[in-house]
């Protein structure tokens, strides 16, 4: 069976809710990643941060990502998979949501992040072909 762990990328990293969005463009320049895991204080998931939130949703509306916190970004209930998770079971979780990244938590804790790169290189081509066909559809 392969898992969550198999195929995530691990390393991932949180940025706070009360970061700003100026860092967390940094952070994710200095990472190399287009999105960011937004912790509570409690260290628990509480929205995904990516590139395009920051552009189009404060700099394309004349806001300044200085002030504008990570919190504020973070809308929605958060999805994630259990690090232990079948790989039937991420894609479900991604093809079912919409979503290209699926951050992976054990013991309540961030271990990796699932992205479509990795499952490009996990998954056949027929699997991957009926993931995009599912992600990318308009509802």
Not at 99 to 123: C, F, N, T, W, Y
Request: hydrophobic share 45%; proline share 4%.
């Amino acid at each position: 069976m392969t898992t969550a762990s198999d195929i995530m990328h691990p390393g991932a990293q949180w940025i706070p809710a009360t970061e700003t969005l100026d860092r967390a463009a940094q952070l994710m320049a200095r990472l190399g990643v287009g999105a960011l895991p937004i912790s509570d204080a409690a260290e628990r998931l509480c929205g995904i941060l990516t590139d395009r939130d920051i552009v189009v949703n404060c700099v394309a509306k004349g806001r300044d990502p200085a002030k504008v916190t990570c919190g504020d970004m973070a809308h929605g209930t958060p999805r994630w998979i259990d690090a232990g998770a079948d790989v039937t079971d991420v894609l479900e979780e991604m093809q079912s949501h919409q979503i290209r990244r699926l951050p992976v938590i054990r013991d309540k804790r961030l271990v990796g992040m699932i992205s479509e790169a990795d499952l490009a290189q996990h998954l056949s081509d027929d699997q991957m072909a009926t993931f995009v066909e599912k992600v990318y559809a308009r509802a």
